[in-house]
């Protein structure tokens, strides 16, 4: 995907991780050839940045999968099960976890 492609940031948030400000990017939803919706986002950690995407039926379960994976991302690595990773201060990341029954 070119730059000037790219869909525009739609929401972020920054964290801290080890001390270093950490961002987290959602980019706006786009509609798929295929009809379905995707949600790219990025996690800015200290060293490195990841980019990826989630699918959904529209654009707001894209948007709330796409939240709920990076969650997951979060929660998983090694800065957060050190303590490192904070919103606030606290461990309480402030995304979207998905109920196992959805």
């Known amino acids: 995907m070119k730059i000037e492609d790219e869909p525009p940031v739609f929401v ?3 964290y801290v991780c080890a001390g ?3 961002v987290v990017r959602f980019y706006q939803p786009t509609q798929q050839p295929t009809e379905e919706y995707k949600c790219e986002y990025e996690i800015r950690w200290p060293e490195r940045t990841r980019r990826r995407h989630a ?3 529209d654009s707001i379960q894209a948007l709330i999968l796409a939240m709920n ?8 690595s090694d800065h957060y099960k050190a303590g490192q990773l904070t919103y606030f ?7 979207p976890v998905l109920d196992d029954n959805v």
């Open 69 to 76: 994976i990076v969650h997951v991302e979060l929660t998983i």
């Open 12 to 14: 972020e948030r920054e």
């Open 89 to 95: 201060s606290t461990s309480d990341l402030g995304l």
């Open 20 to 22: 270093q400000p950490m």
């Open 55 to 57: 699918y959904g039926a």
